[in-house]
């Protein structure tokens, strides 16, 4: 009798730790993404001139990996840049005759002032016309494909190259819209990624809303990838304890 009511006891015990513990751990089938992963292209049309990286090199944030050919571009500067520094010329002369003798008109200073702030608003736009002759990384990644080579003309917001940042990645399932209310925002979560690494992370996105067709929600999760050891694209299984 001690006995039966001992096994009693622990039944119990056990069903009141699982209460206050929660239910079972969440088990979520998905996939891994890099954090950002874009298609680059350029605005104006032209002949790939210079090629400063290779497939699979790391490319800084500002650095330029393609650049069109700008003979003409650099031209237009230079010829914008000395327009722009004679008429600066022109106006410190012309205000420090009109302040000391007054032998020009108000109007003549006002000309002569119109005349370099049109000249510096040029050569500002020539400066931005060179700038788009380069295509530029946005962010820090990896460049994992190169379209177009040197000698090869492109069109405008044609796909040159793509640039993938792998430093963090994400990990994208689709759960229960009902058992979905079960998790929270930044709530730590483990991975376990297809290759056999294990890797924590936390919950940065649970949509709010639910598929009608599927019946599922979209999750995703945030971890740090800083050696690039998990190649993003693989399998993996979200846990939440």
Known sequence: ?????????????????????????????????????????????????????????????????????????????TRR????????????STREVFQNTKSVSKQDLSKAQAEYDVAQAEYAIAVQQLADRRLVAPFAGHITEIQLHPGAACAPYQPLVRLVDTSRCYFIGHMDGVAVARLRLDEPVKIKIADGQTVSGKI??????????????????????????????????????
């Open 1 to 77: 009798m001690c006995k039966k009511l001992f096994s009693i006891a622990l039944v119990s015990a056990a069903g009141l730790m699982q209460a206050v513990c929660g239910a079972a751990p969440i088990e979520l089938a998905g996939i891994t993404e890099p954090f950002h992963d874009v298609t680059l292209g350029l605005a104006n049309p032209g002949i790939i001139h210079q090629q400063f990286f290779q497939e699979g090199d790391l490319a800084k944030k500002d650095d330029v990996i393609l650049e069109l050919d700008t003979r003409l571009e650099e031209l237009e500067v």
């Open 204 to 241: 940065c996105f649970i949509s709010p809303v639910v598929d009608a067709a599927s019946g599922l929600a979209r999750i995703k999760a945030i971890f740090d990838n800083p050696d690039d050891a998990i190649r993003p694209g693989l399998a993996a299984t979200l846990v939440v304890e």
């Open 81 to 92: 840049k000395a327009v722009m520094e004679q008429d600066k010329t022109v106006l410190d």
